[in-house]
T-cell receptor, first 113, second 112 residues
Framework: DTEVTQTPKHLVMGMTNKKSLKCEQHMGHRAMYWYKQKAKKPPELMFVYSYEKLSINESVPSRFSPECPNSSLLNLHLHALQPEDSALYLC????????????FGDGTRLSIL | GQQVMQIPQYQHVQEGEDFTTYCNSSTTLSNIQWYKQRPGGHPVFLIQLVKSGEVKKQKRLTFQFGEAKKNSSLHITATQTTDVGTYFCAVSASGNTGKLIFGQGTTLQVKP
């Protein structure tokens, strides 16, 4: 069982839709992350939140908009996505930034039609 | 930017054989982490190494950090079908940002 919960597990959306991915952790971790993973590739970092503030944006297109409403929740708002954005989106958390193990959720498998 | 090379990309072994994956960097690393991702699953943290020459064991898994802190290995003794998956090394980018740079991964297949 994973301690980082992501919803939904699967999402199919059209290029004009707006949807959101959600992530929740109750381990008291103060750093949260969004990753994108394509098939047979390693996870690629998208965003880092530290103490609910955005600390890293890896030059992600603005059609992806992260939000951290509180220390337990992390959202990723999606709008006008492209077919190449189809991937597994993973949320992770760690006690803090720095040299810490990261705990991953099961991910949301996103397909853009 | 910082990069870490991981080899081999794929490894097929007969159940009971040993398996090793290697990660190499051209720069000195502060630490290295190892993750396992089962097919259809998510990365799961296995271990973190921080000291030069460090060796850690978890049952049949042995993790090693090189003396120069530029390379690391994961060795599995007597593989089992439950070892199937992709093993990633990951290094921390400089600056204590939490950013991890993953190796390309080694996908292990075990034939029963």
């Amino acid at each position: 069982d994973t301690e980082v919960t992501q919803t939904p597990k699967h999402l199919v959306m059209g290029m004009t839709n707006k949807k959101s991915l959600k992530c929740e952790q109750h381990m008291g971790h103060r750093a949260m992350y969004w990753y994108k993973q394509k098939a047979k590739k390693p996870p690629e970092l998208m965003f880092v939140y530290s103490y609910e503030k955005l600390s890293i944006n890896e030059s992600v297109p603005s059609r992806f908009s992260p939000e951290c409403p509180n220390s337990s929740l992390l959202n990723l708002h999606l709008h006008a996505l492209q077919p190449e954005d189809s991937a597994l989106y993973l949320c992770a958390s760690s006690q803090a930034t720095g040299v810490q193990p990261q705990h991953f959720g099961d991910g949301t498998r996103l397909s853009i039609l | 930017g910082q990069q870490v090379m991981q080899i081999p990309q794929y490894q097929h072994v007969q159940e009971g054989e040993d398996f090793t994956t290697y990660c190499n960097s051209s720069t000195t690393l502060s630490n290295i982490q190892w993750y396992k991702q089962r097919p259809g699953g998510h990365p799961v943290f296995l271990i973190q190494l921080v000291k030069s020459g460090e060796v850690k064991k978890q049952k049949r898994l042995t993790f090693q950090f090189g003396e120069a802190k530029k390379n690391s290995s994961l060795h599995i003794t007597a593989t089992q079908t439950t070892d199937v998956g992709t093993y990633f090394c990951a290094v921390s980018a400089s600056g204590n940002t939490g950013k991890l740079i993953f190796g390309q991964g080694t996908t292990l297949q075990v034939k029963p």
